[in-house]
């Protein structure tokens, strides 16, 4: 049974940066599509960044691009996020995803069947 667990979340003033990581267990990562979402008070889960099976290029939201930076150590069975130049609306618990199959739509919640319990990041301004 697949099992994911997210740490690595906390506070940081804005412009800071936080990284935060996911650990898979009871399967290899490498054979998933993993992603990273993010869920804030009162909105929709939001897709923030998909790996495919640990190739080396991957997929991120508007929001996000060229501030996040998703990862994947498939010797830890490990998949993280390194998040710089972090804003207040990057407020949110985040959380992995995974999911044997390519996501038609990577920003789909229903396209993953495996969830983490997730991890708060706040950022203040």
């Known amino acids: 049974q697949v099992q994911l667990v997210e740490s690595g979340g906390g506070s940081v003033q804005a412009g800071g940066s936080l990284r935060v990581s996911c650990v898979m267990s009871?399967?290899?990562?490498?054979?998933?599509?993993m992603a990273w979402f993010r869920q804030a008070p009162g909105k929709e889960r939001e897709g923030v960044a998909m790996?495919?099976?640990?190739?080396?290029?991957?997929l991120y939201g508007d929001s996000v691009r060229g501030r996040f930076t998703v990862s994947q150590d498939n010797a830890k069975n490990t998949l993280d996020l390194q998040m710089t130049s972090l804003k207040p609306e990057d407020t949110a618990v985040y959380y992995c995803?995974?999911?044997?199959?390519?996501?038609?739509?990577?920003?789909?919640?229903?396209?993953?069947?495996?969830w983490g319990q997730g991890t708060q990041v706040t950022v203040s301004s």
């Open positions: 790996i495919y099976r640990s190739v080396d290029s991957a």
């Open positions: 995803a995974a999911n044997r199959e390519w996501p038609a739509r990577w920003r789909d919640v229903n396209e993953y069947k495996h």
């Open positions: 009871g399967d290899t990562i490498s054979r998933y599509s």
